[in-house]
């Protein structure tokens, strides 16, 4: 009895020990994994290219459910595409082809413009806000807790990675650099930011690139999701 005893009392006062040594790289895991586990949420992204970007991508806006449905909607100037997955299948909607499957739209058009098979390609890579802050969080060294989030350097593979952006195998990024930060209220994950810089060579021409991407988390339970009939058509 006494030993029982004793040994809950060492327990007891060493629970806040072990509280002590988690570190703000467990408490973005953690935040991700709880966001991961809801049932559903939304979330829009916004990018800043800075001022001498030769492309302003808009607005993505974008909803998800547990085991069900995730949407995403681009906007670029005024065209509107969008993106539905489930499991590993996808189809996505442009102006010009309407719903696609995955299939069609990764389908050789003679090699002019096609925004279907961008987000054919999109779909292949896509993470959701939880996945990619976990993702994002494994990338750094370390993150430490400041008055502004949680912040901290991207590793170089880390930054090259965003850099890259989708580009094909021929694409290269010299002096890579990346910081990501977090905001977490409650332990929930609410907010997170990259800014990435760095020269990006495709097809022979040199790129500078300085971009600031921001992800808000928001409605999460009470998220809704329509996915229209010929929509689902293409994801069987």
């Known amino acids: 009895m006494k030993k029982n005893l004793l040994l809950s009392l060492v327990l007891f ?8 040594d988690a570190t703000p790289k467990d408490d973005v895991a953690g ?3 709880a966001l991961a586990s809801q ?23 974008g909803k998800t459910q547990k085991d069900g449905y ?15 997955m489930q499991g590993t299948n996808a189809a996505m909607k442009t102006g010009d082809n ?10 050789d058009n003679g090699g002019g413009p096609n925004p279907g098979m961008f987000l054919a390609r999109m779909a292949q890579n896509f ?11 494994g990338q750094t060294a370390s993150l430490t807790a400041t008055t502004n989030g949680i912040a901290g350097s991207l590793t170089e593979d880390g930054a090259k990675g965003l850099l890259m952006f989708r580009r094909g195998g021929n694409a290269t990024v010299t002096n890579p650099k990346g910081t990501v930060t977090f905001w977490l209220a409650d332990g929930k994950l609410v907010k997170y930011q990259t ?20 992800t808000e988390i928001k409605d999460v339970g009470a998220t809704t999701i329509e996915v229209p009939d010929d929509a689902k058509k293409k994801l069987e």
């Open 195 to 214: 800014h990435v810089s760095g020269t990006v060579s495709f097809n022979g021409n040199d790129r500078d690139v300085d971009r600031t991407t921001t």
């Open 39 to 61: 049932k559903n949420y939304s979330w829009h992204t916004t990018v800043d290219a800075g001022s001498n970007a030769r492309f302003r991508p808009g607005p993505t806006d």
């Open 13 to 20: 006062a060493a629970g806040p020990l072990f509280a002590a």
């Open 98 to 107: 309407g719903w696609q499957s995955a299939a069609e739209a990764l389908e």
């Open 31 to 33: 935040a991700a994994a």
């Open 127 to 137: 993470k959701t806000p939880a996945a990619e802050a976990a993702a994002l969080a």
């Open 70 to 84: 995730t949407v995403v909607t681009l906007n670029f100037g005024d065209n509107v595409t969008q993106l539905v």
